[in-house]
Nanobody
Framework: QVQLVESGGGLVQAGGSLRLSCAAS????????VAWYRQAPGKQREWVAI???????VYTDSVKGRFTITRDGGKNMVYLQMNSLKPEDTAAYYC?????????WGQGTQVTVSS
């Protein structure tokens, strides 16, 4: 059974930092595309950062230079380092892993940035 579990969310002031973590059971992150998405209240879920199976990383424009996606193969973890946080970054953040064309999602972790 595949399970992704995010952690690390919380309340932070604007300009602060958080590191989100995503732990997996039942699948291996290495060699698969992983991504972080977010969904703010009343808005559609949007992708934030992607680390492809080939090792490329891509970021949505609004987080470029502030967020970094990494993975630790030894620990089977994926991280999202978020710096210089802004109130508009407030959302529930979700981890996703694509394995042979199937999307696996975590349950999300809430990030709230106060102004």
């Amino acid at each position: 059974q595949v399970q992704l579990v995010e952690s690390g969310g919380g309340l932070v002031q604007a300009g602060g930092s958080l590191r989100l973590s995503c732990a997996a059971s039942g699948l291996i992150f290495s060699g698969n595309t992983v991504a972080w998405y977010r969904q703010a209240p009343g808005k559609q879920r949007e992708w934030v950062a992607i680390a492809t199976s080939g090792g490329r990383t891509v970021y949505t424009d609004s987080v470029k230079g502030r967020f970094t996606i990494t993975r630790d193969g030894g620990k089977n973890m994926v991280y999202l380092q978020m710096n210089s946080l802004k109130p508009e970054d407030t959302a529930a953040y979700y981890c996703k892993c694509v394995v042979r064309g199937v999307d696996y999602w975590g349950q999300g972790t809430q990030v709230t940035v106060s102004s």
